[in-house]
């Protein structure tokens, strides 16, 4: 049985994880679309579709991790090795993010959530 500290901080990173999606997808797009458009970027609609789809993603995922949360709550035989392997994921991205592209703290999105994974899927 998971403990209740595990399961406020999975059902949080999870939660956290899918209003980065939605935001990401809903808030995001419009003022990158208009970024890219006054800057006279070519094809700003072909770059839609994999943004919206990283929000889609990052969706996914989150309700993936509260949802796997949920069934260790409710005692089930949860697998929470998907969890696990979606933390890795989160802080290597985060990771080569401020490595790789540049300090900024838009990669805390993933580096939190993902500590926070690793923490609840122990």
């Known amino acids: 049985m998971m403990s209740r500290l595990r399961s406020l901080v999975g059902f949080t990173a999870g939660g956290v994880m899918v209003a980065s999606g ?36 990052m969706v ?12 260790a ?3 089930e035989a949860a697998l929470l090795m998907p969890v696990r392997v979606v933390a890795i994921a989160y802080l290597l991205f985060g990771a080569a993010g401020l490595v790789l592209i540049r300090p900024d703290p838009t990669f805390l999105l993933f580096l939190v959530p993902g500590a926070m994974l690793l923490f609840t899927s122990r």
């Open 60 to 71: 996914t995922l989150g309700a993936l991790a509260v949802l796997c949360v949920l069934r």
């Open 22 to 57: 939605l935001a990401h997808s809903v808030l995001g797009w419009p003022a990158v679309q208009a970024a890219l458009r006054n800057a006279d970027a070519p094809a700003v609609a072909g770059l839609a579709v994999p943004w919206h789809f990283a929000g889609v993603a």
């Open 73 to 75: 709550v409710r005692g």
